[in-house]
């Protein structure tokens, strides 16, 4: 099943309002909600800065454009959803009990970060995401994409970002209001039909008649059961948040400072150029 | 400017602008030209690298140019104080609290000596709760440390050493001393 694509667009909204938590008694169904914001999708990057300080860290240098198309490939990836379940951490959803009607908005983020050790801050990862009560879902390398409990999202990527060196920060939304909607009454109507067919097979005289019923019933069947699938997806993604994180190595031959300087003799000095691991 | 430089101390008969003996605890990793590289054993970095002068260019230069543009890039100076290489030439040691996105709690203290040929810098690095004994130690490497490259009659290699911190500070950070 190919998922539709929800409508993306730019929020203007401050990195304190994002992730809002949810309430207790709703967090289960609800994951991420933004009451007050504008309704609409958001993109928020700070390039070559601290997440908590974007003032800090200027001599950083965005990473290379095909490194950045691919993170929004993963982005776009986890935001519009694969064919697959993501069986690991099922989200169940109580039938029956409706989602926030305000707003289901789907959160993703990319982060870039430099380190001395990478293999120490994979297993500070690790850590911090046990605690967090979140998951790796996948490790390639470097590249891993976390799956972190919404509320926990935004304290997560902080405490990542003390690690070492932000490179890149960038978080994106997905407000997938209408297409929930769509699901829900879709579901309903699908959930009615199926009771109907199966009084009307109960009903059925003949073979003939039962077996035409048991056609449709099947068809009904099988199509309620791919909207409950994507719905279950999209609770998923709503209750559990996704991190794209890119780990890179600090090293004299990484990216160095750059500028008109006549002078680039300091550029080769520096922890990167003297430390041992 | 570095082929230039191989070429006039091979002319000369010169092998390096600079010599180092092991400090103990260390290894030597690596040994070129211009360059050379210990490993302690615990894990601290020793590097001592060389850079040509410039005509003009002074301690007070260099220090200033040096102090700036690590300040720039999230090292604050907290200390700073004059030293000498085993053969006299005169330097300034810089100690410096690197911010944690730049430095994940590391120590970091420079050397500058500067004769009239070259720049001569020696680098210490590794972990915070080793800062306090190898600035202590910094003294010793440097007299481990022997320098060429003063010409008579000129007073590059004599300092003088500057007494006022100027490095810029970077937003939050504050000195440990």
Redesign the interface.
Known sequence: MTPPVAESRILAIKPAELLVAPSSDSQENVGVSLAGTTGADSEYTVEGA?VS?P?????SRPPPLDQRLSEKRVLAQHLAGPEREDVRAPVEVPENEPVDPARVVLYAGSLQLA??DVAQAKQTIEDALEVAGGYVQRMEGNSMVLRIPAPKFRPVIDELS?????DYFGIESLDVTEEYEDLQTRIEVLRRTHSQLLELLDQAATVEEALEVRKQLDAVTLELERALGRQRWLDSRQALSTLALVLTERGIDGDL?SSN?P?P???????E????? | MKTTLLLLMTLTGCSSAFEMKTPSGFARVEREWDQITYKGIDDVGLRVDMFGNLDGGTLDFWTHDLTSKLGARGYQLVRRQPIASSNGVAGTTFEFVVDAQVGEHKFFIVSLFVTDEYRIVMQLAGDESLRTAYWSRNEEFANNLRIRGCHAFRSVCRGPTTTSSSTPRAAGAHSHY
């Not at chain 1, 003032?55 to 001599?59: I, L, Q, W």
């Not at chain 1, 003799?265 to 922890?271: A, E, M, P, Q, T």
């Not at chain 1, 150029?273 to 691991?277: E, F, S, V």
């Open positions: 601290s300080s003032s800090v860290g200027t001599a380190v001395f003390t690690m070492g060196r932000v400072p300087d002078f003799w300091v550029d080769s000095i520096g922890l150029a003297t430390l041992w691991r």
